[in-house]
Structures are given as C-alpha cells and as structure tokens.
C-alpha cells in the first residue's frame, strides 16, 4: 500500500513497480489529475485518502505546502522529494514519529548513473557515500 501526491513525477510509479509493489494508489489535489495519470500507469485513484492505510508515502510535488495524510502504519517511511530544507510534509510525519527521508538519495542516484551513462564507469557504493557526506557536511 503506497501512497503518493504527484505533480510530473511519473517516474516514481515506474520504480514501485520495478521493485514489484503490489498496490500503488495515486493522490492528486485534483481528482481528474489523479484518473488521468492512474488510467496511464495501470494504477489505482483515490480520492479518500485520509481514510486509507499506507506504510510509504511519498510526496512528489515541489510545492511547501500540507498534504492530507493517510492513515500511516506504525513502521512507515515517508518520502519527500524535495531536499535541502525540512518542508511541511517532513514536519508533520515528524510530529507522528513516521521516519522521513528526503530526495536528496534519489538526486545523487541519477546523477552517478548519468556519470555512468556518459563515461561508462560505474560509481562505487563508496562513491555515493561520499558525494552524500558532501551534502550533509560530515
């Protein structure tokens, strides 16, 4: 059961399914937003989602603001694609005590496999880790 708000972020779908998630429902601030891009993806719109029961959300529109949240399972991760800042969604999961990382990971993963893409070299795991400490000052 995933959850996520989505603004153009369509690729977010491609990668639950990839690691074989069996139920993937779309969220949208505009239900038809939500219909159109669940009709696209093979996935399920909801519009309830308060009510529904999730153990990964994931917000991926670039806007600061509040989202309504699912019911959230006591071992959920939320993700926020933002980075760089603690925003609204993070703050709120926070206060749930919801474990949240932000896309900074996912910004580093698609920059070494760009690096890999146009050098042929592949990054270690290493560096990834050290790009990361990078970001975080350690």
């Known amino acids: 059961r995933h959850f ?3 603004n153009r972020y369509f690729v977010v779908i491609a990668a639950l399914k990839s690691l074989s998630v069996q139920t993937i429902s779309v969220w949208a601030r505009r239900t038809e ?17 308060e009510r529904r029961e ?15 949240l699912p019911i959230l399972m006591p071992s959920a991760i939320g993700i ?3 980075y760089g800042t603690t925003t609204k969604f993070m703050g709120e999961l926070h206060q749930k005590n919801i474990q ?3 896309g900074l990971p996912m910004l580093l ?8 893409f146009f050098t042929g070299i592949v990054p270690s795991p290493r560096d990834f880790s050290l790009i990361s400490s990078l970001f975080h000052g350690k």
Do not use: H, N, T, Y
């Open 109 to 116: 993963a698609q920059a070494l496999e760009q690096f890999r």
């Open 4 to 6: 996520f708000e989505v």
């Open 80 to 82: 926020d694609l933002q």
């Open 33 to 49: 937003a939500a219909e159109e891009i669940a009709s696209r993806f093979g996935v399920r719109a909801i519009s309830d989602v």
């Open 100 to 102: 949240v990382v932000d």
């Open 54 to 68: 999730c153990d990964v959300c994931i917000k991926a529109i670039s806007e600061d603001i509040a989202v309504p």
